[in-house]
């Protein structure tokens, strides 16, 4: 809105929801496309973790690069490898068409960042299948149950006391992040010894969900490694997400759980269902423990 | 063993198991450097299901390749893209180097095969993680368990009736399969509608386990969607593992379990449990199903 001068710098909750394609993350994820499959971005700082960028921000910009560069429009399945540490700033992605197919086309992607000396530094590479969500049948036959989740009244959020996280949380402020008091033992010093976080997630400034914004949702809730009584960074080697269903509008359950801790490694595998109960998105990350 | 006349054609069984390194397996996944990052092998027809190369040699294959071409031994975490079906004869794998770090190497490789014009066609593509099992702390904090699955002696394979398997299967001769019977009812036409499959798993020259049969296993077993009472090929879009720990000696126990069945796609969540009762492997693959 820069042609209008009497504008709020901040987007104006009492004017009603954002709309898909006017939010915070889609202006924060939109690229620019310098020449065909390159694009640049300015990644914000508005979606960091104590100065580091969030991995499922990053994805939903892979994401956005994806599916400007392949003929479908849908992430059905994203795997991502992380490299290095992204910082807010200058980046640029590349894309490759891999193979494009009748129902399903697949890509490659990658995120850059510069160092001191202005060269390109990987620090996330993707490989993903793209397809249409609304060309899919109506069937369902899953076995799986939406998380059990207290009403969302009932959940805290970053708004209902001082953040248990160390650092400056800039995500919070863009999240409307409801957890399950059963998951938040490691808030108050006394972690529940099990590898589950649940939380109620929506975009602070209304914008509905969409199969990009899921990108972000299934890593953006605290690591299931603080309820097994561990501290600090998590860091994400590899992330998988299965894109499965078009969300409903309305807010998100996502539900995470850890098997294994096990070598310095777990794996957390998060659902994401919709306000129709359908399970939109499935993920599972390996990520790296500090073993206290 | 060329070199001797007498050397019996099948590797002979009363000799004792085959070793790691000397075994079918390890024979149909050699490959040959080309030129740095260029290998060549001929895809054995012993590893097909139908007619079709499975998928879980394709990634041992793949796994090989780059645990030449990457300084890390162990494939830790290995995603993989399946782009068109691959047939028995002759391919070329080509890796790529991404990044290089002290615990962690990052590699990408694709296997190709050739039209009839001898151009090259991607079969399956990877993104891949390495380290060193060995280097890990022993710590152990896992939740899991192992599946309950009854003795090796209880399970039955494909020596205890005839197969139910339509067309040729010529990886059931190299693989020692005993399924739980609570998840072979597909088999005999009484499906149990649970998305579930449980074997005990080896190979079939007495080979053990170690991080490369790792990808194999996961993806060996038949289709969970068979005791959903689908029939008929389930293609692989997508498979990812982690290996999580360097398997005993002795046979493993696979796990198999869908919960999401839905607009004509399903997820296959797979874990490989050893003789020490160790989770060593876990794997996610979004396949597609045709719905009847």
Not at 125 to 135: C, E, F, I, M, Q
Request: glycine share 10%; with cysteine.
């Amino acid at each position: 809105m820069p042609e209008a001068a009497s504008a709020p710098v901040v987007p104006a909750a009492q004017d009603g929801p954002a709309a898909v394609g006017d939010s915070e993350f889609d202006r924060d994820t939109a690229l620019s496309r310098r020449a065909p499959g390159v694009y640049d971005i300015d990644l914000s700082p508005g979606w960091t973790i104590a100065g580091a960028v969030n991995g499922g921000y990053l994805l939903a910009v892979l994401g956005r690069a994806l599916a400007d560069a392949l003929p479908h429009p849908d992430p059905f399945t994203v795997s991502a490898h992380y490299l290095t540490a992204s910082q807010p700033g200058p980046a640029v992605v590349r894309t490759d068409v891999v193979r494009t197919g009748r129902t399903l086309s697949t890509g490659q992607a990658s995120l850059f960042q510069y160092d001191e000396d202005g060269r390109e530094v990987e620090r996330i590479r993707v490989l993903a299948s793209y397809g249409d969500l609304d060309a899919l049948p109506d069937d369902v036959r899953t076995a799986a149950r939406p998380p059990a989740i207290p009403a969302m009244e009932q959940c805290l959020g970053s708004q209902d006391g001082p953040s248990p996280m160390a650092g400056s949380s800039a995500i919070a402020d863009r999240l409307t992040l409801k957890l399950d008091p059963a998951t938040l033992g490691w808030a108050l010093g006394t972690p529940s010894g099990k590898g589950e976080m649940r939380a109620w997630f929506g975009l602070a400034d209304g914008r509905d969900a969409d199969p990009l914004s899921l990108l972000l949702a299934v890593d953006a809730l605290p690591p299931t490694a603080f309820e097994l009584g561990l501290k600090g960074w998590v860091p994400t080697v590899e992330l998988t997400v299965h894109v499965r269903c078009r969300p409903a509008p309305g807010p998100l359950r996502v539900s995470i759980a850890t098997r294994n801790l096990a070598g310095g490694f777990l794996e957390e595998d998060a659902e994401v269902w919709d306000s129709a109960d359908r399970l939109v998105a499935q993920s599972r990350q390996l990520a790296r423990v500090r073993l206290g």
